[in-house]
Structures are given as C-alpha cells and as structure tokens.
C-alpha cells in the first residue's frame, strides 16, 4: 500500500539554501532525493507544487521555484509565514542548514499550459513574492532546446523594494539575453537603484505588449491583480489568454480532503492555474 | 435466503466475530453508535438509526499515516498500513449504504485512489438492514427525495428484513451469499419468508419520508444563480453556531486535515475529520480567508453537496437520513434550505 500512498512523502535533502531578500524571510531550498527512484518518479511541469513535509510540523504546499529543465534537483522559494498565521512548517524550515532532511510530496495539481503557450508570444507578469512558479516557466522556456518553441518571451517584475526582488542573478542575466525581454520595477529605489521605479499596472500600460497571437500570464498580490487585469483588457487581451495561479489553503494536495475548493474545482488538483475565462465560471469565494 | 431469531442475535454476531472485525449498532446513554464489538451480546438492532453515520468504517474520524521519532532521520519513519483482518458492518440502513457509493466515486476521482478508503471498503463485506415499516418514520428523514427507499438492498452484500422476531438474510452479492453460507448459526428461510421478504422491499417504497422532488441539475444552477444572494443566505444561517455537527454525523461528508503530534517524543502524522464550517478551515497562511463569515461556511456546505458535487461528480453528496437536521442544536434543516432555494 505504502508504494503507491499518495500520503506519504518523499525524503530530501536540503542542498543549498539562498537568501533571496534583504529582509531575510524569503529562502530558496535547493532540494536533493535521497532515492534515485524518487527522483525518476518526480516529473513536474512549471507551474505545478509540492507538499513540504517536516516531522513534527506539518506540510506546506509550496510552488515549484526550478525547472524541469534542470535535472538533479527541485527548488522552492519559501516565505517565513507567522506575521498573522503561526507558520510553524516554514519557520522550522527557515531555521534548518543545508543537509538537513526532510520530506517532499508532488508533483502537485496542474501546470502552466505549455501546449497552449507554445508558437504564442507570452508576457509574464509577476509581483513580489509570487513570482516562483513564474521563474520555473521562464526557465523552461529560455532551455535552448524549448526556446525556439516559444514566441517572444516579455517579462514585467516588480518587488515594493529592491531588496525585494528574488532571483537578482538570474535577473541580472535574462536582462543581458536578447531573447527575452525583461523589464524590473520596484514601487520605490533606493540610492543604489538604477533601474525602473514604478508600480506593476503602469508598467504594463507603458510597455503596452501586444495581444496579438499572445498569452499573459500574470501572479501577484491581490491589489497588483487588481490593477494588472484591466490594463490587459484594455490592451485586447482576451480571459482565455490571461492565466493565473491561485492560492486556497491546502492539505492534502490530491484532491481528497475538500479544503481548498473554490465552486466544483479543487485548487490543489483542478488548479492551480486557471484562465480568467475559467474563474469566471466559478463563484468568487476566493 | 437464511434467517435466525432476533433473540439469537448475539449467536450471530459471535459467529460474525469469527469471521473478521464486526462493527454494529451498540446502545449507548445517548443513542445507537455502531462499534467495533468485543461483547457479542452488546449487538443491539432495536434501532431507529445511529447518531453518527457508519462512514467512520471506512473513513475513521482519526486515521494514522505515519509513525516517527523527533531526532530521527526522515528515512526511519514508517507509513501506517491499514489491518488486513476482514471486517462486517452489520446493520446499516440503506441511504447509509447508498452514501458509501457516493462517497466512492470522490475517494477513487481523478486516477487518485485514497488507499485507506480503498482498502477498508475492500476488507468489508456490508450487512444492509431495511428500515422497519411497522414504525413511524422520523421527521427529520427525507431520503426519498434523493431516491432511497426504507427497503433498498442495493450496495449491501447482504440485505436484512426484520420478520415479526425473525430475522431474515439475503444474500446479495457473492461476496455476501459466500459468508451467509458460512454461518451454521443461521437456518435456511421458507417459502413464506421469500415472500415477505420481496413484500418488505415493495412496501418500502411506500414508507414515506419527506419529500421533495429534487432535479439535481435543476438545484444546482439554482444555487449557483443564488450564490450572490447575500439576504437568502443570511437569513438560512441566522441561528448557525458553526459547531460543524452536521458535518461530523453526515454521511457523506468527508472534508479532512492532517496533523501532526508528537508527545512523548513520539511522533505521529494522522488525518482527522474536519469540517468546512470552521473559522479556520480556509484561513490561509497570509492571513487572507475567504470565509470568515457563517453565511459563506453554510453556503459552501450546503452547494458542496447540493451543486458542486453535482457538477465535479454528477450526483449529489446526501442521502437524505436526517442526520444534520436531528443534530443541529439550532434546528438548521438542510431540506427546508433546499425546498426555500427552489422557490427564490
């Protein structure tokens, strides 16, 4: 029973751990398979989760922050939780060295649709903290067999600050690529910022990406979806070529234990990505 | 088709016990509960139905995963596999059993096999037992309006007909006409006992509960239209504690969490019932939950299983046994809701 126990997690290894922000409550985990099998068995897409599994605490269900693109090991981007909520999976993690082992569940739920992607410009749009997921897609489209597959890749980031931003290296470098156009925004600089300040929505107005034969893709906070989606409207983008990710609260992960629905459709399972077209089918109780 | 005298019911449930785990209705201070037996003359079918559903034969309210040292290595921890004994569950009306269908379809969805529900559902073997027609119907019922009858033998294994102090046993499945076989306790029915026993079934279907014609289709778009109706859902959940008892003696509702403890330096991962009328069953680790109030907990109860299940599983999560209607202790009435839905 225990083989096929959708229950039952993995072991892994921290492997290397990175500090991703100034405010030292956002880490990357770099996470190894203690068994080859495993790790044969964990195919995942961009855009899909796992359960982080610690003895003692619990799981979270965190996005995949790597690419299946690159072999050997599986990245999440994890936030401290515990300014309202006891966070008490995440702090133990952020408190763990590298070496330390603990437990993985997934792949998880759906992906970004890369058939759908494919042979389209895509625009990827992200805020702050939610940006992991978009970092795998990224990733897996910039692979120089999968690049060709993919039309222009445009990227629009923006952090509150920017010590804010995550993945400054891979940034820095996707900025030097001219397959790939990447624009970074932070809502305020400071006196060693060079770059853009502005907040997301505008930036998106002024870069104004064209929705011909495009698909946006766009994960943020709330009040950055907010004012993100109207400027895509208003740019021609059609619901079914604006994607998301959403967040509910999750246990299981499988579809089982009845958390995280939002109308007929399991987050963890039917999602978590959706097109504006399919949210608009189900009741706003999200 | 066999039958043994009621008052040999605990020769039966001995014989049972000999067979695997027997799970049947026990009389406790308050009310009937079905119970793993120890004490064959505990087994007790003078019963209208038990206060809690029999889901917890397969699904348990606590069901461990996986046993763990604080201080060990992640490797040593070791899965929990569910007992392989056989087990009977005895004495289940049959809109229980009918949920256990139902209930089915989700633990199985999506090419996503929950092996606990799975594998107690394979170890069971289900005797069925018809409601008796000489007494009244509870008010709270109203399984026909989701087209169960008092005297439905589908899903069991083996159906059960109370025959003035006789019991009577068909077998309805092999499985079921297999250990009935088995059981030397039991003497062979006549002629006259068939014969009651297929009256029984026939005048079930006029042993009347509430009812409602419901289209499942029909209530669903209807909820979904009302979703938005704040006034409508305001005013059904008014009284609502958001105590979650329906939710915990309701048949078919099977929402979970999993936790873990760990006293005594022992650590265990385990599910456990939960239920979606609590605060925090959807507060999210940012603080953000979107049903922070009791309208939108009982609006999502009541369109899980009367509109989204409909819509994900095509039928509709309840069987009508009047469960959440006789537990509420603020008298919320889950078909006065649907019948007040169908009339907005």
Redesign the interface.
């Known amino acids: 029973?225990?083989n096929?126990?959708?229950?039952?997690?993995m072991?892994v290894q921290i492997a290397k751990i990175t500090n991703e922000v100034d405010t030292n409550d956002i880490k990357t985990f770099r996470l190894v398979f203690?068994n080859r099998e495993d790790e044969e068995k964990f195919q995942y897409m961009p855009g899909q989760f796992a359960e982080l599994s610690i003895?003692?605490?619990?799981?979270?269900p965190i996005g995949i922050a790597s690419s299946p693109t690159d072999p050997g090991y599986v990245e999440f981007t994890v936030q401290r939780?515990g300014?309202?909520?006891p966070?008490l999976v995440?702090a133990a993690l952020h408190n763990m060295d590298e070496g330390a082992?603990?437990?993985l569940r997934g792949p998880l739920g759906n992906s970004w649709p890369i058939d759908f992607l494919e042979k389209k410009n895509v625009v990827v749009v992200g805020g702050g903290f939610a940006f992991t997921t978009l970092r795998s897609l990224i990733n897996y489209m910039l692979y120089k067999d999968n690049r060709k597959r993919f039309g222009e890749i445009t990227v629009i980031y923006g952090a509150r600050t920017p010590g804010l931003l995550l993945y400054k290296e891979e940034l820095a470098a996707w900025e030097k690529r001219d397959d790939i156009k990447t624009i970074i925004t932070v809502d305020k600089g400071n006196e060693t910022w060079k770059g853009r300040e502005g907040f997301v929505p505008a930036v998106c107005k002024e870069v104004a990406p064209s929705p011909n034969n495009a698909v946006a893709v766009i994960c943020g906070p709330?009040i950055m979806i907010k004012f993100t989606l109207p400027v895509f409207f208003e740019l021609g983008f059609s619901k079914e070529n604006i994607l998301t990710s959403l967040?509910?609260?999750m246990?299981?992960g499988?579809?089982?234990?009845?958390?995280c629905?939002v109308?007929?459709?399991y987050v963890c399972?039917d999602g978590p990505v959706f097109s504006l077209a399919q949210l608009d089918q189900l009741?706003?109780?999200? | 088709m066999k039958k043994t005298a009621i008052e040999k019911i605990s020769e039966l449930a001995a014989a049972l016990m000999e067979k695997g785990s027997l799970l049947a209705p026990i009389k406790e201070t308050y009310g009937h509960h079905f119970a793993e037996i120890q004490d064959p003359q505990k087994v007790d079918l003078n019963f209208y139905n038990t206060v809690m559903s029999p889901k917890g034969a397969f699904f348990p309210h606590k069901e461990d995963f996986i046993r763990y040292q604080i201080g060990k290595p992640v490797t040593e921890a070791q899965p929990v596999e569910v007992d392989a004994k056989p087990v009977i569950l005895f004495g289940v009306r049959p809109c229980d059993v009918k949920s256990f269908a139902i209930m089915d379809i989700h633990f199985n969805a999506a090419g996503i096999v929950d092996p606990y529900w799975s594998q107690r559902r394979k170890l069971t073997t289900i005797f069925g037992y018809a409601f008796d027609l000489n007494q009244p119907v509870d008010g709270a019922d109203f399984y026909n309006s989701l087209g169960v009858y008092a005297a439905d033998p589908e899903g069991s294994d083996v159906f059960m007909v109370k025959k003035g102090d006789d019991l009577l046993l068909k077998g309805i499945t092999a499985k079921g006409e297999e250990l009935l076989g088995d059981l030397k306790v039991l003497v062979d029915a006549g002629k006259d006992d068939e014969k009651f026993y297929e009256e029984t079934l026939q005048k079930g279907k006029e042993y009347k509960t509430r009812f409602l014609c419901i289209d499942q289709d029909v209530i669903a778009k209807k909820l979904e239209d009302i979703f938005h109706n704040n006034d409508f859902w305001t005013k059904v959940s008014s009284a609502c504690l958001s105590c979650g008892a329906c939710t915990f003696v309701c048949p078919n509702c099977y929402c979970f969490d999993i936790c873990d403890d760990t006293l005594f330096g022992k650590g265990t991962r385990r599910r456990v019932w939960d239920a979606c009328m609590f605060t925090d069953f959807t507060l999210e680790a940012s603080g953000h939950n979107p049903r922070t109030q009791v309208y939108q907990r009982l609006r999502q109860k009541v369109n899980h299983k009367y509109s989204y299940h409909v819509k994900k599983y095509g039928v509709i999560s309840c069987v009508g046994c009047g469960r959440c209607t006789r537990s509420c202790p603020v008298n919320i009435d889950i078909y006065s809701i649907i019948e007040e839905a169908l009339k907005v």
């Open positions: 029973m225990s096929n126990n959708p229950y039952i997690p072991p203690l003895y003692g605490k619990g799981e979270s939780a300014a309202i909520v966070g995440t082992q603990i437990g709330p967040e509910m609260r246990k299981c499988i579809g089982k234990c009845g958390r629905n109308g007929s459709q399972k009741p706003r109780d999200f």
